[in-house]
């Protein structure tokens, strides 16, 4: 069986790589990651989502809707 855990050096090269995508590349990753198409054509804005829920999925994220408003 193999480890799905990331080491902190493969969350930031996914990271990064999302830097050189375009802003249709950064909606379709974002349908990856959440599930559900984006709104936003705002390529930082996605970019910054995509980010928080890669780190989120690699080390845990809030617990509940609430917690993420903080």
Same mark, same amino acid.
């Given at each position: 069986?193999?480890? $799905?855990?990331?080491?902190?050096?493969?969350?930031?090269?996914?990271?990064?790589?999302?830097?050189?995508?375009?802003?249709?590349?950064?909606?379709?990753?974002?349908?990856?990651?959440?599930?559900?198409?984006?709104?936003?054509?705002?390529?930082?804005?996605?970019?910054?989502?995509?980010?928080?829920?890669?780190? $989120?999925?690699?080390?845990?994220?809030?617990?509940?809707?609430?917690?993420?408003?903080?």
């Amino acid at each position: 069986m193999v480890d $799905a855990v990331k080491t902190e050096t493969q969350v930031r090269e996914e990271i990064e790589a999302l830097r050189n995508l375009t802003t249709a590349q950064l909606k379709e990753k974002y349908r990856e990651v959440f599930g559900e198409d984006s709104r936003s054509n705002h390529k930082q804005f996605l970019f910054r989502r995509i980010a928080w829920r890669i780190q $989120a999925n690699a080390w845990g994220g809030p617990a509940t809707q609430g917690e993420k408003r903080l």
